[in-house]
């Protein structure tokens, strides 16, 4: 079975703090990515990577930045949390498509995040 | 980029009434995929649809893209108290590359 997991499932930070949030993948899986999901705005995207050190920007990564040191990694960090930042954040991965077609796409557990 | 809206956003339905959830993009898909997320949980692949016309079935839930492949829907009958949950539709897009564009999602109530 493919495992995707975050390394908190709640946390709570305070307003100006870099926080990190670690996904960790076992499925050899070369596409990971970071979602947020709010209320009646279903999941964004808030960064993807297709491979080691290679990264694209989603459609709100404002105020986020990621890393992907190791094919199984994938980190994201909030350099200043604020509380507009308080969310549910998603980390998926999945194998790599082609330009017109795509694999499934496997979720951990998410990452309550409270910014107080 | 390419969006996708799903329709309605909640639904509640008596346990035995039947669901439709629709997903509507304004370009062609390439393909479309569906997830549910229960309550508390995340969300979880149900399937994929890729060819103009495809209706797929698995159990009381059915499937289908639309022959211009700009819609897709599902199609739950007789729901029981374990299909609550959101129902996700999304698509890839032309620089896809595995990245997926979601649906708003279609909140799914079921009284008993």
């Known amino acids: 079975d493919v495992k995707v997991t975050q390394s908190s499932r709640y946390l709570v930070k305070r307003t100006g703090e870099k926080v990190f949030l670690e996904c960790v993948q076992d499925m050899d899986h070369e596409n990971m990515f970071w979602y947020r999901q709010d209320p009646g705005l279903g999941l964004r995207l808030i960064y993807f990577?297709?491979?080691?050190?290679?990264?694209e920007k989603g459609d709100i990564p404002e105020g986020y930045s990621v890393s992907r040191e190791k094919k199984e990694r994938f980190s994201l960090i909030l350099e200043s949390a604020s509380t507009n930042q308080t969310s549910m954040y998603l980390c998926?991965?999945?194998?790599?498509?082609?330009?017109?077609?795509?694999?499934?796409?496997?979720f951990g557990p998410g990452t309550r995040l409270t910014v107080t | 980029g390419q969006q996708v809206m799903q329709i309605p956003q909640y639904q509640h339905v008596q346990e035995g009434e039947d669901f439709t959830t629709y997903c509507n993009s304004s370009t062609t898909l390439s393909n479309i995929q569906w997830y549910k997320q229960r309550p508390g949980g995340h969300p979880v692949f149900l399937i994929q649809?890729?060819?103009?016309?495809e209706v797929k079935k698995q159990k009381r839930l059915t499937f289908q893209f639309g022959e211009a492949k700009k819609n897709s829907s599902l199609h739950i009958t007789a729901t029981q108290t374990t299909d609550v949950g959101t129902y996700f539709c999304?698509?890839?897009?032309?620089?896809?590359?595995?990245?997926?564009?979601f649906g708003q999602g279609t909140i799914l109530t079921v009284h008993p």
């Open positions: 998926a991965s999945s194998f790599l498509g082609g330009r017109w077609d795509n694999y499934e796409q496997y």
């Open positions: 999304a698509s890839a897009g032309g620089t896809s590359y595995g990245k997926l564009t």
């Open positions: 649809l890729v060819k103009s016309g």
């Open positions: 990577s297709y491979d080691v050190k290679m990264k």
